[in-house]
Nanobody, 126 residues
Framework: QVQLVESGGGLVQAGGSLRLSCAAS????????AGWFRQAPGKEREFVAR??????YYADSVKGRFTISRDNAKNTWYLQMNSLKPEDTAVYYC?????????????????????WGQGTQVTVSS
């Protein structure tokens, strides 16, 4: 059974840092794209970052502050979040997808991801 489990969320002050992890099991995800999305209260789930097939993509709102990486040997991927802002407060979800994406518009589509974690809360206080 495929399972993605996020960890590393929590409460942090503005300007601080957190590192989220996504541990995948039940499948080998080295041939999948790995992504992060987030959903703030009352808002739709939105794309944050993706890494796959040598390409990385970031939402404009996090570019330069967040870094996505992966360790295929551990079937795990990460989201390093620096210079956090109150508007980064959301539930963060990791996702894995088989669809190849050669451009940003494709990478940000929720429909291009097959598996999802349950989410981890990130709260940034001002």
């Amino acid at each position: 059974q495929v399972q993605l489990v996020e960890s590393g969320g929590g409460l942090v002050q503005a300007g601080g840092s957190l590192r989220l992890s996504c541990a995948a099991s039940g499948h080998t995800f080295s041939n999948y794209a790995a992504g992060w999305f987030r959903q703030a209260p009352g808002k739709e789930r939105e794309f944050v970052a993706r890494v796959g097939w040598g390409a990385t993509y970031y939402a404009d709102s996090v570019k330069g502050r967040f870094t996505i990486s992966r360790d295929n040997a551990k079937n795990t991927w990460y989201l390093q979040m620096n210079s956090l802002k109150p508007e980064d407060t959301a539930v963060y979800y990791c996702a894995a997808g088989t669809n190849f994406c050669a451009y940003y518009y494709c990478a940000r589509l929720i429909s291009n991801y097959n598996y999802w974690g349950q989410g981890t809360q990130v709260t940034v206080s001002s």
